[in-house]
Protein backbone atom coordinates (compact mmCIF):
# COMPACT_ATOMS: atom_id res chain seq x y z
CA UNK A 1 0.00 0.00 0.00
CA UNK A 2 3.04 2.45 1.07
CA UNK A 3 4.73 1.90 -1.78
CA UNK A 4 2.20 2.37 -4.31
CA UNK A 5 1.08 5.34 -3.27
CA UNK A 6 4.29 7.17 -4.13
CA UNK A 7 5.25 7.80 -0.30
CA UNK A 8 8.81 6.32 0.94
CA UNK A 9 8.58 3.53 3.51
CA UNK A 10 11.49 4.52 5.97
CA UNK A 11 10.10 6.83 8.50
CA UNK A 12 13.15 9.33 7.20
CA UNK A 13 11.68 9.41 3.85
CA UNK A 14 8.10 10.22 5.33
CA UNK A 15 9.69 13.34 7.20
CA UNK A 16 11.29 14.40 4.43
CA UNK A 17 8.11 14.28 2.35
CA UNK A 18 5.93 16.24 5.36
CA UNK A 19 8.57 18.82 5.19
CA UNK A 20 8.79 19.16 1.45
CA UNK A 21 5.10 19.25 1.00
CA UNK A 22 2.90 16.72 -1.09
CA UNK A 23 2.76 18.87 -4.03
CA UNK A 24 6.36 18.43 -4.78
CA UNK A 25 5.58 14.67 -5.49
CA UNK A 26 2.94 14.26 -8.54
CA UNK A 27 2.06 10.53 -7.32
CA UNK A 28 2.01 11.61 -3.61
CA UNK A 29 -1.15 12.78 -1.69
CA UNK A 30 -1.75 14.14 1.42
CA UNK A 31 -4.12 10.97 2.66
CA UNK A 32 -1.46 9.13 1.81
CA UNK A 33 0.53 10.34 3.37
CA UNK A 34 -1.13 10.26 6.79
CA UNK A 35 -1.78 6.69 5.58
CA UNK A 36 1.87 5.38 5.30
CA UNK A 37 2.64 7.65 8.70
CA UNK A 38 0.09 5.49 10.42
CA UNK A 39 1.23 2.36 9.14
CA UNK A 40 5.24 2.74 9.80
CA UNK A 41 4.19 4.50 13.32
CA UNK A 42 2.94 1.20 14.12
CA UNK A 43 5.33 -0.80 12.58
CA UNK A 44 7.98 1.33 15.02
CA UNK A 45 6.18 0.37 18.11
CA UNK A 46 5.72 -2.92 17.40
CA UNK A 47 8.93 -3.54 16.73
CA UNK A 48 10.87 -2.19 19.90
CA UNK A 49 12.57 -4.54 21.74
CA UNK A 50 12.79 -4.36 25.30
CA UNK A 51 15.93 -3.32 26.85
CA UNK A 52 18.16 -4.96 30.04
CA UNK A 53 16.70 -4.07 33.82
CA UNK A 54 18.69 -1.98 35.43
CA UNK A 55 18.83 -1.83 39.12
CA UNK A 56 16.79 1.00 40.75
CA UNK A 57 18.74 3.57 42.84
CA UNK A 58 19.82 3.54 46.27
CA UNK A 59 17.08 5.37 47.94
CA UNK A 60 17.64 9.16 49.34
CA UNK A 61 19.31 9.79 52.66
CA UNK A 62 16.52 10.67 55.60
CA UNK A 63 16.02 14.79 56.14
CA UNK A 64 15.37 14.97 59.47
CA UNK A 65 14.38 18.60 59.39
CA UNK A 66 10.88 19.84 60.35
CA UNK A 67 8.47 19.69 57.34
CA UNK A 68 7.10 22.74 56.43
CA UNK A 69 3.38 24.51 57.84
CA UNK A 70 0.85 24.05 55.22
CA UNK A 71 0.38 27.16 54.78
CA UNK A 72 4.01 28.05 53.78
CA UNK A 73 3.86 24.44 51.69
CA UNK A 74 1.05 26.32 49.34
CA UNK A 75 2.27 29.42 48.97
CA UNK A 76 5.94 27.70 48.35
CA UNK A 77 3.99 26.06 45.33
CA UNK A 78 2.16 29.17 43.92
CA UNK A 79 5.92 31.20 44.16
CA UNK A 80 7.44 28.14 41.76
CA UNK A 81 4.39 27.91 39.69
CA UNK A 82 2.75 31.54 39.57
CA UNK A 83 5.41 33.48 38.77
CA UNK A 84 3.63 37.09 37.59
CA UNK A 85 6.99 38.80 37.10
CA UNK A 86 8.49 36.15 35.18
CA UNK A 87 7.22 38.28 31.98
CA UNK A 88 10.18 41.25 32.77
CA UNK A 89 7.46 44.19 32.91
CA UNK A 90 7.26 46.06 35.78
CA UNK A 91 3.82 47.49 34.85
CA UNK A 92 0.76 46.64 36.82
CA UNK A 93 -0.53 46.36 40.77
CA UNK A 94 0.36 42.44 40.96
CA UNK A 95 3.52 41.36 43.05
CA UNK A 96 6.26 40.15 41.54
CA UNK A 97 6.57 36.61 42.98
CA UNK A 98 9.74 35.81 41.16
CA UNK A 99 11.28 38.09 43.31
CA UNK A 100 9.65 37.00 46.58
CA UNK A 101 11.30 33.75 46.01
CA UNK A 102 14.79 34.39 47.85
CA UNK A 103 13.17 35.90 50.34
CA UNK A 104 10.96 32.84 51.40
CA UNK A 105 13.65 30.11 51.03
CA UNK A 106 15.73 32.68 53.30
CA UNK A 107 13.51 32.51 55.74
CA UNK A 108 12.73 28.74 55.16
CA UNK A 109 16.46 28.33 55.38
CA UNK A 110 16.91 30.21 58.83
CA UNK A 111 14.08 28.00 60.07
CA UNK A 112 16.21 24.67 59.17
CA UNK A 113 12.45 23.71 57.69
CA UNK A 114 12.33 20.83 54.49
CA UNK A 115 10.91 20.87 51.56
CA UNK A 116 8.21 19.10 50.32
CA UNK A 117 9.14 16.37 48.15
CA UNK A 118 7.00 16.92 45.34
CA UNK A 119 8.05 20.54 44.93
CA UNK A 120 12.25 19.14 45.12
CA UNK A 121 11.44 19.47 40.31
CA UNK A 122 10.61 22.35 40.87
CA UNK A 123 12.78 23.91 42.94
CA UNK A 124 15.53 22.68 41.24
CA UNK A 125 14.04 23.90 37.97
CA UNK A 126 14.05 27.17 39.71
CA UNK A 127 17.59 27.02 39.99
CA UNK A 128 18.40 25.86 36.89
CA UNK A 129 17.03 29.13 35.43
CA UNK A 130 18.77 31.62 38.03
CA UNK A 131 21.88 30.98 38.91
CA UNK A 132 21.52 33.24 41.93
CA UNK A 133 18.80 31.27 43.50
CA UNK A 134 21.50 28.15 43.53
CA UNK A 135 23.27 28.59 47.27
CA UNK A 136 19.39 29.08 48.80
CA UNK A 137 17.47 26.40 46.84
CA UNK A 138 20.71 23.29 47.26
CA UNK A 139 20.29 24.75 51.39
CA UNK A 140 16.75 23.66 50.98
CA UNK A 141 16.46 20.63 49.05
CA UNK A 142 19.11 19.08 51.34
CA UNK A 143 20.12 15.75 50.46
CA UNK A 144 16.91 14.79 48.92
CA UNK A 145 17.91 17.40 46.09
CA UNK A 146 21.18 16.33 45.60
CA UNK A 147 19.82 12.14 44.85
CA UNK A 148 17.56 13.51 42.26
CA UNK A 149 19.93 16.11 40.73
CA UNK A 150 21.80 12.92 39.97
CA UNK A 151 19.23 10.96 38.10
CA UNK A 152 18.61 14.44 36.12
CA UNK A 153 21.06 15.37 33.91
CA UNK A 154 19.44 18.76 33.26
CA UNK A 155 20.32 19.38 37.51
CA UNK A 156 23.95 18.78 37.26
CA UNK A 157 24.62 22.64 38.36
CA UNK A 158 24.01 21.01 42.10
CA UNK A 159 26.60 18.32 42.28
CA UNK A 160 28.83 21.15 40.73
CA UNK A 161 27.75 23.56 43.23
CA UNK A 162 28.23 21.29 46.23
CA UNK A 163 31.97 20.31 46.63
CA UNK A 164 31.60 16.58 47.10
CA UNK A 165 28.38 15.85 46.84
CA UNK A 166 29.12 12.70 45.26
CA UNK A 167 30.36 10.78 48.12
CA UNK A 168 29.94 11.92 51.94
CA UNK A 169 33.52 13.67 53.47
CA UNK A 170 35.31 11.65 55.98
CA UNK A 171 34.83 13.92 59.08
CA UNK A 172 37.70 16.24 59.79
CA UNK A 173 39.33 14.34 62.92
CA UNK A 174 39.36 10.92 60.87
CA UNK A 175 43.13 11.43 60.04
CA UNK A 176 43.37 8.34 58.25
CA UNK A 177 40.24 8.88 56.20
CA UNK A 178 41.05 12.48 55.60
CA UNK A 179 44.73 11.24 53.98
CA UNK A 180 42.83 8.76 51.83
CA UNK A 181 40.48 11.66 50.40
CA UNK A 182 42.88 13.89 49.76
CA UNK A 183 45.09 11.92 47.99
CA UNK A 184 42.88 10.16 46.03
CA UNK A 185 40.06 12.28 45.52
CA UNK A 186 38.50 14.15 42.88
CA UNK A 187 39.64 17.93 42.91
CA UNK A 188 36.02 19.19 44.03
CA UNK A 189 36.34 16.16 46.76
CA UNK A 190 39.43 17.30 48.15
CA UNK A 191 38.19 21.56 47.73
CA UNK A 192 35.35 20.48 49.98
CA UNK A 193 37.82 18.35 52.36
CA UNK A 194 40.00 21.16 52.83
CA UNK A 195 37.23 23.62 53.96
CA UNK A 196 35.75 21.37 55.94
CA UNK A 197 39.13 20.59 57.33
CA UNK A 198 39.70 24.12 57.97
CA UNK A 199 36.89 25.28 59.74
CA UNK A 200 37.34 22.02 62.18
CA UNK A 201 41.61 22.88 62.76
CA UNK A 202 43.01 25.22 60.41
CA UNK A 203 46.25 23.97 61.21
CA UNK A 204 45.46 20.73 60.13
CA UNK A 205 44.14 22.29 57.15
CA UNK A 206 47.30 24.51 56.23
CA UNK A 207 49.50 20.75 56.74
CA UNK A 208 47.28 19.26 54.50
CA UNK A 209 48.17 21.66 51.98
CA UNK A 210 51.73 22.56 51.81
CA UNK A 211 51.74 18.02 52.30
CA UNK A 212 51.08 17.93 48.34
CA UNK A 213 51.83 21.89 47.37
CA UNK A 214 54.56 21.42 45.13
CA UNK A 215 52.74 18.86 43.25
CA UNK A 216 49.28 20.50 42.50
CA UNK A 217 48.31 21.90 39.12
CA UNK A 218 48.61 25.47 39.05
CA UNK A 219 45.27 26.43 39.07
CA UNK A 220 44.46 23.54 42.03
CA UNK A 221 46.53 25.85 44.35
CA UNK A 222 45.24 29.19 43.50
CA UNK A 223 41.79 27.89 44.16
CA UNK A 224 43.52 25.70 47.39
CA UNK A 225 44.96 29.06 48.22
CA UNK A 226 41.51 30.64 48.14
CA UNK A 227 40.06 28.55 51.01
CA UNK A 228 42.73 30.22 53.21
CA UNK A 229 40.19 33.08 53.73
CA UNK A 230 38.09 31.48 55.75
CA UNK A 231 39.68 32.03 59.44
CA UNK A 232 42.99 34.00 58.25
CA UNK A 233 45.47 34.75 61.08
CA UNK A 234 49.09 35.37 61.76
CA UNK A 235 49.60 31.53 61.44
CA UNK A 236 48.99 31.27 58.05
CA UNK A 237 51.71 34.13 57.33
CA UNK A 238 54.72 31.33 57.14
CA UNK A 239 52.94 28.97 54.04
CA UNK A 240 51.76 32.66 52.00
CA UNK A 241 54.99 33.83 52.40
CA UNK A 242 56.27 30.60 50.69
CA UNK A 243 53.41 31.24 48.20
CA UNK A 244 54.89 34.29 47.28
CA UNK A 245 57.77 32.44 45.68
CA UNK A 246 55.56 30.65 43.24
CA UNK A 247 55.55 30.14 39.46
CA UNK A 248 51.94 30.95 39.04
CA UNK A 249 51.46 34.66 38.82
CA UNK A 250 47.86 34.37 40.08
CA UNK A 251 48.77 32.14 43.21
CA UNK A 252 51.61 34.85 44.16
CA UNK A 253 48.60 37.75 43.49
CA UNK A 254 46.62 36.19 46.08
CA UNK A 255 49.27 34.95 48.40
CA UNK A 256 49.96 38.71 48.63
CA UNK A 257 46.28 39.76 48.73
CA UNK A 258 45.50 37.44 52.11
CA UNK A 259 49.04 38.32 53.49
CA UNK A 260 48.24 42.30 53.03
CA UNK A 261 45.32 41.50 54.89
CA UNK A 262 47.17 40.53 57.86
CA UNK A 263 48.27 43.85 59.28
CA UNK A 264 51.39 42.23 61.27
CA UNK A 265 52.92 40.80 58.33
CA UNK A 266 56.22 41.20 57.39
CA UNK A 267 54.41 41.88 53.70
CA UNK A 268 52.33 44.34 55.25
CA UNK A 269 55.09 46.07 57.06
CA UNK A 270 57.36 46.04 53.87
CA UNK A 271 54.32 47.42 51.61
CA UNK A 272 53.84 50.18 54.65
CA UNK A 273 57.52 51.03 54.33
CA UNK A 274 57.23 51.12 50.79
CA UNK A 275 54.11 53.55 50.44
CA UNK A 276 55.18 55.58 53.77
CA UNK A 277 58.16 56.51 51.79
CA UNK A 278 56.42 57.93 48.64
CA UNK A 279 53.87 60.17 51.14
CA UNK A 280 54.85 63.82 53.19
CA UNK A 281 53.13 66.31 54.73
CA UNK A 282 55.20 69.81 53.63
CA UNK A 283 54.01 71.51 57.22
CA UNK A 284 54.87 74.65 55.92
CA UNK A 285 52.28 74.44 53.48
CA UNK A 286 50.15 72.09 55.02
CA UNK A 287 49.83 69.73 52.10
CA UNK A 288 50.35 66.06 51.20
CA UNK A 289 52.80 65.62 48.90
CA UNK A 290 53.66 62.36 46.77
CA UNK A 291 56.58 60.83 45.13
CA UNK A 292 55.49 57.89 43.27
CA UNK A 293 58.14 55.15 42.61
CA UNK A 294 60.33 55.41 39.84
CA UNK A 295 60.54 51.83 39.19
CA UNK A 296 59.37 48.19 39.93
CA UNK A 297 62.12 46.12 41.08
CA UNK A 298 61.86 42.39 42.20
CA UNK A 299 60.97 42.84 45.73
CA UNK A 300 58.16 44.57 44.72
CA UNK A 301 56.74 42.19 42.54
CA UNK A 302 57.48 39.32 44.67
CA UNK A 303 54.81 41.14 46.90
CA UNK A 304 52.51 41.44 44.51
CA UNK A 305 53.14 44.53 43.18
CA UNK A 306 51.79 44.17 38.91
CA UNK A 307 54.70 45.83 37.38
CA UNK A 308 52.56 46.38 33.66
CA UNK A 309 50.02 49.13 34.38
CA UNK A 310 45.89 48.78 32.61
CA UNK A 311 45.77 50.40 29.53
CA UNK A 312 45.26 54.33 29.96
CA UNK A 313 46.68 54.20 33.32
CA UNK A 314 50.97 55.37 34.03
CA UNK A 315 53.38 53.54 35.79
CA UNK A 316 54.45 54.81 38.73
CA UNK A 317 50.31 55.82 39.69
CA UNK A 318 49.82 52.21 39.09
CA UNK A 319 52.64 51.17 41.37
CA UNK A 320 51.69 53.52 43.77
CA UNK A 321 47.89 52.95 43.93
CA UNK A 322 49.21 48.95 44.39
CA UNK A 323 51.75 49.63 47.68
CA UNK A 324 49.22 52.26 49.47
CA UNK A 325 46.19 49.57 49.10
CA UNK A 326 48.61 46.92 50.75
CA UNK A 327 50.04 48.95 53.68
CA UNK A 328 48.17 48.90 56.71
CA UNK A 329 45.94 52.17 57.87
CA UNK A 330 47.41 52.34 61.49
CA UNK A 331 50.67 53.29 59.93
CA UNK A 332 49.47 56.75 58.81
CA UNK A 333 48.54 58.32 62.12
CA UNK A 334 51.96 58.41 62.98
CA UNK A 335 53.12 59.88 59.26
CA UNK A 336 50.62 62.71 59.75
CA UNK A 337 51.73 63.64 62.98
CA UNK A 338 49.42 62.25 64.87
CA UNK A 339 46.23 63.17 63.14
CA UNK A 340 42.62 60.89 62.89
CA UNK A 341 41.68 59.47 60.19
CA UNK A 342 39.24 62.47 59.22
CA UNK A 343 42.17 64.93 59.69
CA UNK A 344 44.24 62.88 57.51
CA UNK A 345 41.71 62.58 54.21
CA UNK A 346 40.76 66.32 54.91
CA UNK A 347 44.50 67.66 53.97
CA UNK A 348 45.03 68.81 50.77
CA UNK A 349 46.90 66.74 48.44
CA UNK A 350 49.40 68.68 45.83
CA UNK A 351 49.83 67.71 42.08
CA UNK A 352 46.69 65.96 41.73
CA UNK A 353 47.70 62.83 43.25
CA UNK A 354 44.26 63.03 45.82
CA UNK A 355 42.10 60.82 43.51
CA UNK A 356 45.03 58.17 43.44
CA UNK A 357 45.75 58.19 47.50
CA UNK A 358 42.32 58.60 48.36
CA UNK A 359 41.07 55.86 45.86
CA UNK A 360 44.00 53.70 47.49
CA UNK A 361 43.05 54.38 51.07
CA UNK A 362 39.49 53.43 50.39
CA UNK A 363 40.59 49.97 48.68
CA UNK A 364 42.29 49.32 51.91
CA UNK A 365 39.88 50.58 54.47
CA UNK A 366 37.47 47.74 52.55
CA UNK A 367 40.30 45.37 52.33
CA UNK A 368 40.85 45.60 55.87
CA UNK A 369 37.49 46.48 57.07
CA UNK A 370 38.50 49.59 59.37
CA UNK A 371 35.73 51.23 60.25
CA UNK A 372 37.53 54.24 61.15
CA UNK A 373 39.12 54.62 57.96
CA UNK A 374 35.59 54.06 56.32
CA UNK A 375 33.72 56.42 58.12
CA UNK A 376 36.32 59.36 56.90
CA UNK A 377 36.66 58.34 53.28
CA UNK A 378 32.79 58.62 53.52
CA UNK A 379 32.45 62.04 54.98
CA UNK A 380 29.12 63.57 56.06
CA UNK A 381 26.12 62.08 53.63
CA UNK A 382 24.80 65.71 53.44
CA UNK A 383 28.31 67.43 52.05
CA UNK A 384 27.80 68.98 48.73
CA UNK A 385 27.79 66.40 45.63
CA UNK A 386 27.37 62.71 45.25
CA UNK A 387 31.03 61.68 45.61
CA UNK A 388 32.77 61.76 48.98
CA UNK A 389 36.45 63.03 49.87
CA UNK A 390 38.69 63.56 46.88
CA UNK A 391 37.72 61.25 44.73
CA UNK A 392 35.47 58.79 46.06
CA UNK A 393 32.87 57.13 43.62
CA UNK A 394 29.54 56.18 44.82
CA UNK A 395 30.30 52.55 44.24
CA UNK A 396 33.57 52.99 46.05
CA UNK A 397 31.24 54.72 49.03
CA UNK A 398 28.65 51.68 48.85
CA UNK A 399 31.86 49.33 49.50
CA UNK A 400 33.02 51.58 52.41
CA UNK A 401 29.46 51.55 53.80
CA UNK A 402 29.83 48.19 54.57
CA UNK A 403 32.49 47.93 56.70
CA UNK A 404 30.03 50.45 59.21
CA UNK A 405 27.71 48.97 61.82
CA UNK A 406 23.84 48.08 60.37
CA UNK A 407 22.47 50.68 62.10
CA UNK A 408 24.90 53.37 61.12
CA UNK A 409 24.83 52.44 57.61
CA UNK A 410 21.10 53.03 57.52
CA UNK A 411 20.73 56.16 58.91
CA UNK A 412 23.96 57.34 56.64
CA UNK A 413 22.25 56.42 53.24
CA UNK A 414 18.82 58.08 55.11
CA UNK A 415 20.64 61.31 55.69
CA UNK A 416 22.15 61.04 52.16
CA UNK A 417 19.02 60.30 50.70
CA UNK A 418 16.88 63.49 52.36
CA UNK A 419 20.01 65.52 51.07
CA UNK A 420 20.63 63.95 47.08
CA UNK A 421 17.48 62.17 46.47
CA UNK A 422 16.90 58.89 45.22
CA UNK A 423 19.15 59.42 41.87
CA UNK A 424 22.40 58.80 43.32
CA UNK A 425 21.37 56.03 45.89
CA UNK A 426 20.63 53.30 44.18
CA UNK A 427 24.17 51.16 44.90
CA UNK A 428 23.79 52.73 48.53
CA UNK A 429 21.00 50.78 49.14
CA UNK A 430 22.07 47.65 48.00
CA UNK A 431 24.00 47.38 51.01
CA UNK A 432 21.59 48.09 53.62
CA UNK A 433 20.38 45.54 55.72
CA UNK A 434 16.91 43.85 55.28
CA UNK A 435 14.17 44.84 56.65
CA UNK A 436 15.49 48.38 56.03
CA UNK A 437 15.49 50.25 59.65
CA UNK A 438 12.16 52.69 59.82
CA UNK A 439 14.91 55.81 59.08
CA UNK A 440 15.65 54.73 56.29
CA UNK A 441 12.43 53.49 55.03
CA UNK A 442 10.82 56.72 55.50
CA UNK A 443 13.31 58.54 53.81
CA UNK A 444 12.78 56.42 50.50
CA UNK A 445 9.49 56.68 50.29
CA UNK A 446 9.58 60.37 51.19
CA UNK A 447 11.74 60.94 48.45
CA UNK A 448 9.67 58.45 46.14
CA UNK A 449 6.26 60.84 46.70
CA UNK A 450 8.78 63.75 46.22
CA UNK A 451 9.50 62.51 43.07
CA UNK A 452 6.00 61.40 42.25
CA UNK A 453 4.75 64.83 43.04
CA UNK A 454 6.94 66.98 40.85
CA UNK A 455 6.33 64.48 38.13
CA UNK A 456 9.69 63.19 37.80
CA UNK A 457 10.39 60.62 34.44
CA UNK A 458 8.62 58.16 36.78
CA UNK A 459 10.47 54.95 35.04
CA UNK A 460 13.65 55.86 36.70
CA UNK A 461 12.34 55.22 39.48
CA UNK A 462 11.24 51.69 39.09
CA UNK A 463 14.98 49.76 40.10
CA UNK A 464 14.61 52.06 43.50
CA UNK A 465 10.93 50.83 43.87
CA UNK A 466 12.26 47.20 43.20
CA UNK A 467 14.46 47.79 46.44
CA UNK A 468 11.76 48.72 48.32
CA UNK A 469 9.01 46.26 47.50
CA UNK A 470 11.79 43.77 48.48
CA UNK A 471 13.55 45.47 51.45
CA UNK A 472 10.90 47.27 53.18
CA UNK A 473 9.22 46.30 56.68
CA UNK A 474 6.15 44.95 55.67
CA UNK A 475 4.48 47.13 58.41
CA UNK A 476 4.81 49.63 56.38
CA UNK A 477 2.44 48.72 54.12
CA UNK A 478 -0.75 50.48 56.00
CA UNK A 479 1.11 53.88 55.88
CA UNK A 480 1.34 53.40 52.41
CA UNK A 481 -2.39 53.19 51.52
CA UNK A 482 -2.89 56.47 51.16
CA UNK A 483 0.07 56.64 47.92
CA UNK A 484 -1.86 54.30 45.97
CA UNK A 485 -4.50 56.74 44.88
CA UNK A 486 -3.77 58.49 41.00
CA UNK A 487 -3.18 61.91 41.29
CA UNK A 488 -3.01 64.81 39.04
CA UNK A 489 -0.35 65.25 36.88
CA UNK A 490 1.38 68.67 36.83
CA UNK A 491 2.31 70.15 34.03
CA UNK A 492 5.13 69.50 32.05
CA UNK A 493 4.79 65.90 33.61
CA UNK A 494 5.46 62.76 31.82
CA UNK A 495 2.92 61.12 30.11
CA UNK A 496 0.74 58.78 31.88
CA UNK A 497 3.19 59.35 35.07
CA UNK A 498 -0.03 59.60 37.25
CA UNK A 499 -1.03 56.04 36.63
CA UNK A 500 2.22 54.42 36.96
CA UNK A 501 2.73 56.11 40.28
CA UNK A 502 -0.54 54.55 41.27
CA UNK A 503 0.11 51.09 40.15
CA UNK A 504 3.85 50.89 41.38
CA UNK A 505 2.72 52.16 44.72
CA UNK A 506 -0.37 49.58 44.61
CA UNK A 507 2.21 47.22 43.98
CA UNK A 508 4.61 48.26 46.96
CA UNK A 509 1.56 48.19 49.56
CA UNK A 510 0.16 44.59 47.75
CA UNK A 511 3.64 43.18 47.81
CA UNK A 512 4.60 44.11 51.42
CA UNK A 513 1.47 42.42 52.73
CA UNK A 514 2.17 39.69 50.74
CA UNK A 515 5.79 39.46 52.31
CA UNK A 516 3.93 39.88 56.10
CA UNK A 517 1.88 36.56 55.21
CA UNK A 518 4.43 34.77 54.16
CA UNK A 519 6.47 36.03 57.01
CA UNK A 520 3.77 34.76 59.72
CA UNK A 521 3.08 31.49 57.49
CA UNK A 522 6.74 30.44 58.19
CA UNK A 523 6.63 30.37 62.49
CA UNK A 524 9.67 28.61 63.61
CA UNK A 525 9.15 25.25 63.72
CA UNK A 526 7.36 24.99 67.35
CA UNK A 527 5.83 27.91 67.49
CA UNK A 528 2.05 28.48 68.20
Not at 31 to 59: K, S
Not at 197 to 205: E, F, I, L, S, Y
Not at 405 to 411: D, K, L, Q
Not at 415 to 438: D, M, N, R, Y
Request: hydrophobic letters at 45%.
Amino acid sequence: MIASSGVGSSWDELVSTALLGTARRSSTTPEALLDAAALETVRRRAGLRPVAAVAAPEPALDDARPALPAAARQRLAVLLTDRAGSGGTRRGSAPDLLELLPQWLATANGYGYAPPPELLPALLDAARGRTDLRPQVLTFAGPRGLWLARLNGDWKFALRATPGAGAALPAPDDAEGVGRLWGEGLFAERVALLAAVRVHDPAAARSLLAGTWRTERAEDRLMFLDSLRAGLGDADEEFLEQALGDRSRNVRATAAELLSALPRSALAARMADRALSCVALDRAAGVVVVEAPHECDAGMERDGVVAVPPAGRGERSWWFGQLVESAPLDRWAARFGGRTPEEIVALEVADDWQGELHGAWCRAAVRQRDTAWSRALLGPPTAPGAAGPGAVSLAERAKLLAALPGAERAAWVAAFIAAHGLSEAFQLLGVCGTPWAPELGRAVVDALNIARDAGSYPWSFSGVMGLAERCLDPEEAVRLEGLTAAVDEPEGAAPGAGGYWAEAFQRLVGTLRLRRAMRDELAPPGAG
